[in-house]
């Protein structure tokens, strides 16, 4: 029962999610920026960001999907600490986020319908209560690398998207080192687009 | 005058266009061969790698327009070490071959078109002899990954095309490690299926 779990991340060609030097103040690292170049302009984003305007495209409709469909969401420590002085208020997500931490500490909600939910027990239990917190609806896990790849070797992610930015970055943090090679993805949907290419991958551990 | 200068390579998602351990006897590494899983079946590879047949479909489209629009190809001496045993007779090249080398040697001509030229004064003046020996086509750069990196850097190429591979490889030989990342890319044509995903950038360096 329940909906899927599902990675929906920005990537370089070459590999990585963000810069280097990524810590809070510089969530997305030295030049990580450019790898959501595409989103910025996409009125579905900036929405949740509670700016204005903004453009519809094909990626704007990609955007829009993963949001709709994320009834809750999973997120790394890390992630976490970089994007919490940077998130406007409300936060874009718009439902429970699972914060994966050693630290206990009581749910901070804000507003909008986000609430951020602090996880000591481990990424299977922060999943199980994202699950039942997120109403039938999918589950995102959003990142940072390291949860990515903790939730891909643990067989716990459905779909994997990547929206892969046409650049190099030459350095940062990539999002598939250490990921396991028995990981099994199937293209289920690739959109192109001149600035971004859409991949959505089925995913299965064997 | 003269045709465009162009790149058209396997790539795994993360990265990587061969396994480790890659060496004569062992041409494209440690798993390397999964790269490429998508082409094995397909005629227009078969047929220039004289077997029999094959089906078509759009990654056969795909690879039938590279083999057409090459009038002369451009590689590593290291590209070349892996193959010379491995291509059959006739290799599926079909047109002159300028290998990168510090030893000089004298062509090797084989059947079908096929000749092998040694080239000792470097990258520019072998894209120079395979743009005057490809009669107007245009002039593929085969690799390995230093040979691209370096045509990449000096602004030699005007596509590239990868033919992204689902599947984490984990280790090998990576494809932009090293690559200037002032290098712009485009994406001009996308063409996803559910075994690769054929993205191909228009390249300028700046």
Redesign the interface.
Known sequence: MGGKVFVSIGMS???YIAGPNARPGNPLGD?GMKIHRWVYGVEAWRERQNLGGGGTNVSGEIVEENFERAGAYVMGRRMFAEGEEGWPDPPPFRAPVFVLTHTPRDPWERQGGTTFHFVTEGPEAALERARAAAGGKDVQISGGAETVRQFLNAGLVDELE?H?A?????SGV????G???G???????????????H?R?RVATG
Not at 183 to 197: A, D, K
């Open positions: 060609l070459d590999g030049g990547v892969l046409p650049l190099v970055l030459g990539r999002l598939l080192d990921v396991d090679p990981v099994t993805l199937t293209p289920e949907r690739t959109v192109g687009t001149g600035e971004v290419t991949i991958y």
